[in-house]
Nanobody, 127 residues
Framework: QVHLVESGGDWVQTGGSLRLSCAAS????????MGWFRQAPGKEREFVAA????????LYADSVQGRFTISRDNAKNTVYLQMAILKPDDTAVYSC????????????????????WGQGTQVTVSS
């Protein structure tokens, strides 16, 4: 069992930056592929980014490529999402997810693939 807790969501202006954190419980964080998803009002849950066990492989949605950076610190059992050049369309509840598996270029984009989810943190970008 993995317990994930997101933090860092806030209200920011267009063009601003935020860093989200996701802290995981347990002793198996280094075995987890981690992902970030978001869900905006009236929209389906959307893949944002994912990172492999060691941090060497990262994946990004086209909508955030070049603006967001996912990273992890396995010593702290924490994954981060550094968000820059934020847009109103980035407004959403951001959730982190975990899967006890290596990173795959197909399954890691699919929310259904993940086993564990955090409660989400709200990011609001003003227009």
């Amino acid at each position: 069992q993995v317990h994930l807790v997101e933090s860092g969501g806030d209200w920011v202006q267009t063009g601003g930056s935020l860093r989200l954190s996701c802290a995981a419980s347990g002793r198996t964080f280094g075995r987890l592929t981690m992902g970030w998803f978001r869900q905006a009002p009236g929209k389906e849950r959307e893949f944002v980014a994912a990172i492999g066990r060691s941090g060497g492989v990262t994946l990004y949605a086209d909508s955030v490529q070049g603006r967001f950076t996912i990273s992890r610190d396995n010593a702290k059992n924490t994954v981060y999402l550094q968000m820059a050049i934020l847009k109103p369309d980035d407004t959403a509840v951001y959730s982190c997810a975990a899967k006890d598996a290596s990173t795959y270029t197909t399954d890691t984009y699919n929310a259904a693939w993940y086993d564990y989810w955090g409660q989400g943190t709200q990011v609001t970008v003003s227009s």
